[in-house]
């Protein structure tokens, strides 16, 4: 068992709580059964470690555990992950511009993942989506789509050259926009929304009419444009 923080194993879970070694290393960490059992069916799992003598993996104390951890509540078992390399084509393409907390674009991974947008690219001043928030926000679905990190301004140029339509997300503007055969939503940053070079790519404007509160948390507004526009492919 490992006890000490100055173990070279601890020392290197402690360097991977930090997206500068997360990248350095290209692996990330991962905490409880589900995500776990997630990683074994969909990604590469590097080591394993626990606190429980009846499961998987190799034991450390109960005190460097806690210490690990983001939760109040730990977890008995870690992962460490290669970080994951997708390659998924989509007609359903989500796009994040500087969406900066991680548990919002957590929340938009598990909402692209479920209404079928297989395939996001993020902007490079959006949140980590190996930073734990993100993780346990999307309750796995990282494993389950493509993300790239990416120069959104360039691609949305290349989805429109291949055929996707691109809508933006705004709370002030909307325009008519009927069936289209391939789709890219992009979802702006929490306080200034999406960009004006942005809207000046894009196909159309639309926005989520509200009764008593003037805009809503962008992962609820995005997820609410992912399913309806999901209805329009049945």
Not at 21 to 37: K, Q, S, T, V, W
Request: aromatic letters at 8%; one cysteine or more.
């Amino acid at each position: 068992m490992i006890e000490s923080k100055d173990n070279p194993q601890i020392k290197y879970l402690k360097k991977l709580q930090t997206k500068k070694y997360r990248d350095e290393y290209n692996e990330f960490l991962i905490f409880g059964e589900h995500l776990i059992e997630e990683a074994e069916k969909h990604g590469e799992i590097v080591k394993l470690y626990t606190t429980n003598h009846e499961k998987k993996g190799l034991l450390i104390s109960e005190s460097l555990m806690k210490d690990l951890n983001f939760t109040k509540t730990a977890f008995d078992r870690l992962a460490i992950v290669k970080k994951i390399d997708k390659k998924i084509n989509s007609n359903k393409v989500l796009i994040l511009e500087d969406v900066q907390d991680p548990t919002n674009v957590g929340a938009l991974l598990r909402s692209a993942a479920a209404f079928g947008f297989k395939k996001v690219y993020i902007s490079n001043k959006t949140a980590d989506i190996y930073n734990e928030r993100c993780i346990r926000a999307s309750q796995g679905s990282i494993f389950h789509i493509s993300v790239e990190r990416t120069n959104i301004y360039n691609k949305i140029e290349e989805l429109r050259k291949n055929g996707y339509s691109v809508i933006v997300a705004d709370i002030n503007e909307e325009n008519e926009i009927g069936y289209v055969d391939k789709l890219a939503i992009v979802l702006g940053n929490e306080g200034s929304g999406v960009s004006d070079k942005v809207k000046e790519l894009s196909d159309a404007l639309v926005t989520i009419k509200t009764e008593t509160v003037e805009s809503l948390n962008v992962s609820v507004a995005g997820s609410i444009l992912m399913y309806e526009w999901s209805l329009r492919w049945k």
